[in-house]
């Protein structure tokens, strides 16, 4: 009997073990959204936990002995530059048009089908169909939208969308409209020589087009409101103080978690085990949630400290310092396993003194680990994109040169197409396509 007690004891402690792992494991790789709406689901399901929500407070564990004065909210917004959405604004235009209900009808449809770029991208012809109107109908309220501001709204490509600001320039550029209408593709590939050819004009006044349509904005609605827009607030932050890095951790990032404090009357007001065995079940997953974010809170400091201790140069200097660094490094400097650390990272953001950054940024190889040269990939992508920012643009550096450079200025000893395969990987177009031609 003592046997089988004393197995069933065991097996049960062992699944209670197993759930609590999953949970923190779980917790460790949860994005700070991610890990509120988890928490928030459990509160859900389990009467006994009360949360508070703690988002917009300035609460803040420092990983120092000193205080420091000032430590705000760190908010970063991608995209909020005005205060009313694209459609909003676009319906204010109609108010003084004279339309038809049918011609109204159509316009509101095509601007509830723009996408966040200001963009309409269903087919007019199906459109047409599917609400049963004329296509030639719907085109010239197609028009009309064009005809709104922002200039260059309503367009189905990015080429329509550069001809219709073209088109709204108080002095208009015929041959600029020509290029963007008959050979667009000629032009974006920068296939300059042979459009020159074509045309019968030189390449600076291909470069003066080439100028002003950077001016022109592919993207127009984006300047407006957007209703998905997304913000990024760091998890932790770094400062430096007295030419010392502290470490930061964002506490109200995370909903605070405790046991309600009603939770006794329960127990002590019935006699039903059933009930009480319910209690106890919920209790103890509260206490699993608690003991949870803490374990994540502590494996984070310990893998910011880490980084923290790696990259020394680059908060003090910048990205050009970045060291390299691995999973296995951080890992074997706290003894834990590189899946720990993996989920420790993950979709979570460090606000420093060179900006807001992901935890995986601190992360890269070294170029070349045989012959030490302890250089890290993103300081030689860093390193690249500097000297093609500072070059000629009437004579770019080709990938050769670029190596050169890195080789006599850095000592950094990488191929032409290590150099190629960098520059690709930082949306940097060939020494070909950057030209500029001299006027």
């Keep these: 009997m003592d046997m089988r007690i004393g197995i069933v004891q065991e097996q049960s402690l062992t699944l209670n073990m197993t759930q609590e792992i999953r949970q923190a494991i779980a917790l460790l790789q949860y994005s700070s959204a991610e890990l509120a709406s988890y928490i928030q689901d459990i509160a859900m399901d389990n009467p006994l936990i009360e949360v508070k929500e703690t988002a917009f407070s300035n ?39 004279k339309l038809s209900p049918k011609e109204k009808r159509c316009l509101f449809l095509l601007i509830h089908g723009l996408d966040s770029n200001g963009y309409l ?37 990015l080429q ?23 050979y667009f593709e000629l032009f974006a590939k920068r296939s300059w020589k042979q459009l020159s050819g074509k045309l019968n004009i030189s390449l600076n006044e291909i470069q003066d087009i080439h100028d002003q349509i950077k001016m ?97 140069a680059f908060f003090k200097k910048g990205k050009a310092f970045l060291k390299p660094l691995t999973l296995k490094d951080v890992a074997k400097s706290l003894q834990i396993h590189e899946s720990t650390v993996s989920r420790a990272i993950k979709d979570k953001y460090v606000q420093t ?61 990488i191929s032409r197409r290590t150099v190629a395969k960098y520059r690709a990987a930082l949306n940097i177009a060939s020494s070909v396509k950057r030209k500029e031609y001299e006027r």
């Design 216 to 312: 022109l904005d592919p993207r127009p609605g984006l300047k407006y409101e957007n209703t998905d827009t997304t913000y990024v607030r760091p998890d932790m932050s770094i400062r430096i103080n007295d030419d010392e890095l502290h470490i930061y951790y964002h506490d109200e990032m995370t909903p605070e978690v405790k046991i309600s404090s009603d939770y006794k009357q329960y127990i002590n007001k019935t006699i039903d085990k059933e009930f009480k065995s319910y209690v106890s079940r919920k209790i103890q997953q509260c206490k699993w949630l608690e003991k949870s974010l803490q374990q994540r809170k502590e494996t984070m400091l310990k893998v910011m400290k880490v980084i923290a201790y790696k990259q020394m």
């Design 353 to 413: 003194p060179q900006g807001l950054v992901e935890m995986k940024f601190f992360f890269s190889t070294n170029i070349d680990p045989k012959n030490e040269q302890n250089i890290s990939s993103a300081t030689v992508k860093e390193r690249i994109a500097e000297l093609i920012l500072h070059e000629n643009k009437n004579s770019p550096l080709s990938d050769q040169k670029i190596a050169n450079l890195l080789q006599n200025d850095y000592r950094i000893n």
């Design 59 to 97: 609460k803040m564990t420092k990983q120092s002995n000193r205080e420091i004065n000032g430590a705000g909210s760190f908010l970063i917004e991608n995209v909020s530059k005005e205060n009313i959405s694209l459609e909003q604004h676009l319906r204010s235009q109609l108010v003084d048009m």
């Design 121 to 157: 991208q269903e087919d007019i012809s199906q459109l047409a169909e599917n609400i049963n109107v004329p296509e030639k109908f719907l085109g010239r309220q197609l028009l009309v939208l064009q005809s709104l501001e922002p200039a260059g709204v309503g367009a189905r490509s």
């Design 160 to 182: 329509e969308c550069i001809l219709l600001q073209l088109r709204r320039l108080q002095a208009r550029n015929m041959m600029a409209e020509e290029i963007i209408t008959h």
